[in-house]
């Protein structure tokens, strides 16, 4: 089973995601939680590496991170899979250890 | 009472992730029971502090924001936000919450306190400050 990387810092501020997407196999998923999910936003300075992560990983964002931040489902970008805490119980499961990157 | 200062609350912190946030708008309230002149400044990620629409019941946690919309009403008179920092977040002033300030003893109001503004603005700001105090 693939991994399951988390990633709960913004893009903007700490390099937990660059460092995330440099050492993430393709095929592994990865779940942006708490502030990490400021990456998920179309139009910020990181939507391109985002959407080539698509290209190698699934990408999952925690929706109730997203609307406490204000951030509305259409300003996620494409084919970003928005999941809620019940979703990510599932990811966990069905994923082989989860790797944080904090 | 010694001399009014220009006091400076300089916000580079998201909300919710960590605590800088709350604990900044704790102190400005704190310190606007002291008389002082006071504003501030959000940049980078300190800006996504004034993002309209918070909805938190989903993290468990308290939507603070909407204390930022009574801080005119606490002596604030000045909320800058560096432009570059919503450019690089995808976010424009419409995405921003408003904040109104109005001034008791000579009715002289403003609909608005939150001014987007560039660098050698924000410089301005910062170097004029008496005092800044960093979240």
Redesign the interface.
Known sequence: MSDLHTV???P??KNALDSCLRFATAGSSILLI??GV?AA?????V?GAIRGALGKHKVYAL???L??????DD?VIDGVKLVDYAGFVDLVETHGKVQAWL | MSEIKNFLYLNRRAPYGTIYAWESLEVVLIGAAFDQKVSLLFADDGVYQLVKGQDTPGIQMKNFSATYRTLGDYGVRYMYVDRKSLQDRGLTEDDLMQVAWEDMESDDAVDNIVEVIDSAKAAEVLAGADVVFSF
Not at chain 1, 41 to 45: E, H, I, N, S
Not at chain 1, 67 to 72: D, L
């Open positions: 709960n810092k913004s903007l501020e708490e502030d400021y936003v179309k139009g910020t300075a939507e929706g109730p991170d609307k406490a931040r204000g951030m509305k300003r």
